[in-house]
């Protein structure tokens, strides 16, 4: 590392709480209690209350996002680009509100999206996903689901393409890993926003690299910058990348 | 809870935590926030670790993953995670002008990022690109889009 960043690392360490705001903290943690542990089984009166409210609330929040501009993802995120410190910069958010699109049941693994249920036990693993290509009705770019194996559960992700009109300054894919169904019903669920340990994610990383990477070269083949440019929704000029059966 | 370990986790983790969530987030208030909630993650979760750079590293993760989920769920955060109106004070000296740290707060956060998962926690491409979930060869444009914009304000001064 040369020497302008030691500096950068010296400037940063000056960076702390104060002694005052330490002491506050350490006392406000030890008094914290954690929350009580759901039980597995029928929710209670209480619970299901909150559970239609929080329903209703995701409603509302579904509709405040519908309002922003960007386009949803076909696994419940919507996308758009905003300005952060006068910079473009693309954000995405996700609600609670969207099916997993993988279900366990009779010790098979089942891919349920859009309309169908197909069997995909072993077709993925740690490494490998199984992605499903189609197209992202409002943008009408490719939009990829991917599911793989994930540190004891079954994660899923998701692939978009922002369009051209998302002005950021390389253009990027947006990629993610929105969740993981655990097969070990002792183990915690996650909501969309979880992603994985990087010892976890082989299989999404790989999976990015195989669909980006038919773009990449035709971009920037020069630097070999993994930077992506979706074709135009009206272009015939390059086929999408086509996943072997 | 274990008054001990709320001290251990304060004061080795305190800190780190403060400066990943205004590296990330670029706001001192979302900053504590995401210190708060990563402390109080940190003190239920009893897991031990080989050794201190492990430990480390799990809170770094920690600590990214909590922010990359508060710029998704900016509209539904919970505010102050720990007792109402904690409100913490940090020391930040007033950067000189023209200083490295000025200019990498400055450049967009997903430059910012990079930065400082190279160069201040010196992980590896490899690492960063697993951390942040993007292809290591993005991690490595981002640093040089960085480095080129860093060179940039300083007027052509060169950082390798």
């Known amino acids: ?245 | 809870m274990d008054s001990e370990r709320a001290e251990y986790l304060v004061e080795r983790y305190a800190d780190l935590l403060i400066r990943v969530g205004r590296t990330w987030l670029g706001d001192w208030d979302d900053a504590q926030d995401v210190c708060q909630t990563v402390l109080i993650k940190l003190l239920e979760d009893s897991r031990e670790f080989p050794d201190e750079g492990q430990e480390r590293a799990w809170v770094v993760r920690l600590a990214v993953n909590q922010c990359k989920n508060w710029k998704k769920t900016a509209w539904v955060r919970r505010r102050a995670p720990l007792e109402e109106g904690l409100a913490l004070a940090v020391e930040d000296p007033e950067p000189e002008d023209g200083s490295l740290l000025e200019r990498v707060r400055a450049l967009p956060p997903k430059y910012r990022e990079v930065i400082f998962l190279r160069y201040y926690e010196e992980y590896p491409v490899r690492e960063i690109a697993q951390l942040l979930g993007i292809p290591a060869p993005l991690v490595s444009t981002r640093l040089k889009r960085a480095k080129d914009k860093l060179r940039t304000m300083l007027g052509g001064e060169n950082y390798v």
């Open chain 1, 1 to 245: 590392m040369c020497e302008d960043f030691g500096k950068y690392k010296e400037e940063l360490d000056r960076v702390r709480l104060t002694p005052d705001s330490k002491a506050a903290l350490v006392r406000a943690l030890a008094e914290h209690r954690p929350e009580t542990k759901k039980t597995a089984g029928r929710p209670s009166r209480r619970a299901r209350l909150i559970l239609a409210a929080a329903v209703l609330a995701l409603g509302a929040l579904a509709l405040t996002a519908a309002a922003l501009p960007g386009f949803w993802s076909l696994l419940g995120g919507r996308h758009s680009t905003t300005r952060v410190d006068g910079q473009p910069y693309s954000a995405s958010f996700f609600g609670d509100g969207g099916d997993p699109p993988v279900e366990v049941a009779e010790g098979r693994v089942w891919f349920v999206f859009d309309g169908r249920r197909v069997d995909i036990t072993g077709q993925f693993d740690e490494e490998r996903a199984f992605i499903y290509e189609t197209t992202n009705p409002e943008t009408g770019l490719p939009n990829y689901i991917l599911v793989g194996w994930s540190a004891g559960g079954i994660g899923y992700g998701e692939i978009v393409f922002l369009p051209e009109e998302a002005d950021d300054d390389i253009h990027p894919f947006s990629a993610h890993t929105l969740g993981v169904v655990w097969m070990d019903p002792d183990y915690p669920i996650f909501d969309h926003t979880y992603v994985p340990g990087p010892e976890a994610n082989g299989w999404f990383s790989n999976a990015v690299e195989e669909i980006c990477a038919p773009y990449l070269e035709r971009i920037h083949p020069s630097e070999g910058a993994y930077e992506v440019q979706p074709p135009r929704p009206d272009s015939d000029s390059s086929p999408l990348p086509i996943r072997p059966d």
